[in-house]
């Protein structure tokens, strides 16, 4: 059997018997006006963090959703959407397809706004999706492409780049390691398939993801997620965390990707702003979100503070090559 048998294995058990230690099933819904989540759904939310950015979603967009769980994120984009078919669910799981189905059926009942026709539940896998290429402004993905191995990750994130649109965002959130994992524990295809073995550090998924052809990478949240402790694996103890990130679909050279990773710059020159060659404009005073290969550049000037990043990231070799800010 293989790794990616065994997940698909796991995940029917969990379709007919909520799994409490898969994932993050304990974390608590987010409130919406209106929406009412059904104690079914969120029983089964097998993700970390989230993928609904509240802020961004606008109802003329159409979002595909990979690897259904529950439905709860799935319900959660249909309540910006609000109509048939514009948010796409793909799972190879055919019970947790039907369990999903189940579940929208009573998410019906218990908000008047919601029909099931709003998601299209469609059978298909994450490493060759049932989609056209370019047809979705948003796509996301929960604790699922942690349990791939690095080869098929990156097949998975071109898969989603695929299917988006030019301009569009892809949405994740996954488990990531603050130590290396010892093989041992990488090569146990359950624990892979529970989330718990297959993680990659920050910098290796942030590198996937431009390694995938996403120009911009935006670093949402980084918190704790579960502990590999000694008392149970047999090793020193192993903090995973939970990463969310959004990736836009701009083109890009991989070495000239840009990460944003919390850091702003704000301009206190002489003038009363200034504008960089790409009409950026940094008026005296007011913070502006940069990216870090920006923000390197911008420290070695006068005019300009530049607050730490939240997160870091490494990044490419080439990160030092000049930046095209305020002539």
């Given amino acids: 059997m293989s790794y990616l048998e065994t997940a698909h294995e796991l995940y029917k058990e969990a379709s007919q018997e909520v799994q409490e230690n898969l994932c993050c099933v304990e974390k608590p819904a987010q409130l919406l006006p209106e929406l009412t989540i059904p104690r079914e759904m969120s029983s089964m939310d097998y993700g970390c963090g989230t993928t609904v950015h509240l802020g961004e979603l606008s109802s003329n967009e159409t979002i595909l959703y990979v690897g259904i769980g529950g439905g709860m994120e799935a319900l959660q984009f249909a309540y910006f959407t609000r109509r048939p078919g514009a948010v796409i669910a793909v799972d190879r799981v055919v019970e947790m397809m039907e369990k999903a189905k189940a579940n929208f059926k009573i998410a ?4 008047p706004w919601f029909k099931s026709e709003f998601v299209n539940v469609v059978r298909g896998d994450a490493l060759d999706l049932p989609i056209p290429s370019e047809c979705v402004d948003v796509a996301a993905q929960n604790c699922l492409f942690n349990i791939f191995k690095e080869e098929d990750l990156l097949i998975a994130l071109k898969e989603m780049y695929r299917v988006l649109k030019p301009g569009g965002r892809l949405y994740i959130s996954d488990p990531i390691t603050t130590q ?3 093989e041992s524990l990488r090569n146990d295809e359950r624990l892979r398939a529970m989330c718990l073995s297959g993680a990659l550090s920050f910098d ?4 996937k993801v431009i390694e995938a052809g ?3 990478v935006q ?7 579960r502990l590999l402790d000694k008392e149970t694996y047999s090793i020193d103890d192993i903090l995973l965390e939970t990463l969310e990130l959004v990736a836009v679909k701009v ?3 991989e070495e000239e990707a840009e990460v944003f990773a919390g850091e702003t710059a704000i301009y206190n020159g002489k003038e009363i702003a200034c504008i960089d060659n790409v009409g950026q404009v940094y008026k005296r005073g007011i913070p502006v979100s940069v990216s870090q290969r920006i923000a390197k550049r911008l420290r070695q000037r006068d005019d300009f503070v530049v607050t ?3 997160y870091h990231y490494i990044g490419h070799k080439s990160a030092n090559s000049s930046c095209c800010c305020c002539g």
């Fill in 308 to 310: 730490p990043p939240t």
């Fill in 204 to 207: 290796a998924y942030v590198q």
């Fill in 180 to 182: 290396p994992i010892p």
């Fill in 108 to 111: 019906e009942q218990m908000n």
């Fill in 251 to 253: 083109l890009c050279k």
């Fill in 219 to 225: 670093i949402r949240a980084r918190r704790p997620y």
């Fill in 214 to 216: 996403f120009g911009e």
